[in-house]
């Protein structure tokens, strides 16, 4: 039930593209969604975070889209640049539980 | 936004030796860190929740006499991998929670034991 499942594993896309990356819950007492970023050899960065009170988040490139009903979200990252090729990680966790669960990560590469 | 140092970003020490890890929050006071490892090209795993002025809180399956954490006030927490083996080598992540949820990274320490 702690588990948050992400998908793809990795994902090309060329320079100025799309990059949708899907995460799914169990839990439905997590309240609270962030997506980090982390390049090789350094720790992750938080990029953008949800709660499950609003359906759609955007940051700039970055936007989260929410279902609740479904318990999925999922990260779209518009006019992917060579510059965010980076690990990619969804986590999950709830305000009586200090914990946070992360996905298993997706490697994202932009080609040029 | 919030900063999180770790010292040092990489050692390498002998097999048998102990090593110390620091994790700061340097703009904002931290009551919980927590320390996670991370294998090459897989997840973050937790290890232990630090509270500070409390013991450490590990993870089932890890062994708490052979990571020792210390929080020992506010902006520091610690944590010693004791008498390293070569399965110790690995990258360890810190991180500090900043209000109900968000938490953030220190930029990891390389350990490579030989």
Request: proline share 5%; charged share 15%.
């Amino acid at each position: 039930q702690q588990q948050v499942k992400q998908s793809p594993q990795s994902l090309i896309v060329q320079k100025g593209g799309i990059s949708i990356i899907n995460c799914a819950y169990e839990n439905t007492a997590f309240d609270y969604f962030p997506w980090y970023q982390q390049f090789p050899g350094k720790g992750p960065a938080l990029l953008i975070a949800i709660r499950p009170d609003v359906s759609e988040k955007k940051e700039g490139r970055f936007t989260i889209s929410f279902n609740k009903s479904a318990k999925q979200f999922s990260l779209h990252i518009m006019d992917s640049q060579p510059g965010d090729s980076a690990t990619y990680f969804c986590a999950a966790s709830w305000g009586g539980y200090q914990k946070v669960t992360f996905g298993t990560g997706t490697k994202l590469q932009v080609i040029p | 936004g919030a900063v999180v140092s770790q010292h040092p970003s990489w050692v390498i020490c002998k097999s048998g030796t102990s090593v110390k890890i620091e994790c700061r929050s340097l703009d904002f006071q931290a009551t919980t860190m927590f320390w996670y490892r991370q294998f090459p090209k897989q997840s973050l795993m937790l290890m232990a929740t630090s509270n500070e002025g409390s013991k450490a809180t590990y993870e089932q399956g890890v062994e708490k006499d052979k990571f020792l954490i210390n929080h020992a006030s506010l902006t520091l927490s610690t944590l010693t991998v004791t008498s390293a083996h070569p399965e110790d080598s690995s990258f360890y992540i810190c991180s500090a929670r900043a209000g109900i949820h968000e938490q953030y990274f220190g930029p990891g320490t390389r350990l490579t034991v030989t």
